[in-house]
């Protein structure tokens, strides 16, 4: 079963950009939307909206509040996500293709 966001939830990733080193998928939700589980590796995220969102990992869960135009590292990790908030989610992330597997993830959730 593969856990690329953009094939498990190809109504919210989809691929702007892809060379040998990096990968640059766009997200966008609706308040109320919820993801299937999926992995990201080792990423650049940056915010283009402002947005409240819930991450969770078999039994951790964090709630994750972020301004536009926020830019943060994210390590690899495998979770889903809920919309939580009243505005859309607009994310860009720049995937590393190189670096932590996400199945060997520190437990962190979110941008670190």
């Known amino acids: ?3 690329d966001p ?17 990968r640059v998928l766009e997200y966008r939700d609706q308040p109320g939307d919820v993801t299937t589980p999926h992995r990201h590796p080792d990423s650049v995220m940056h915010t283009l909206s402002s947005f ?9 869960s964090r709630d994750v509040e972020l301004a536009a135009g926020t ?6 990790q495998e979770h889903h ?32």
């Open 1 to 3: 079963m593969t856990m």
């Open 6 to 22: 953009v094939e498990t939830n190809p109504d919210h990733y989809r691929v702007v950009f892809e060379n040998d080193r990096v």
């Open 52 to 60: 409240r969102r819930r991450l969770v990992s078999g039994d951790a």
């Open 71 to 76: 830019t943060a590292w994210l390590d690899a």
């Open 81 to 112: 996500g809920e919309n939580i908030g009243d505005s859309e989610t607009h994310v860009l992330f720049v995937e590393l293709k190189e670096g932590a597997d996400p199945t060997d993830a520190s437990g962190l959730l979110g941008p670190g």
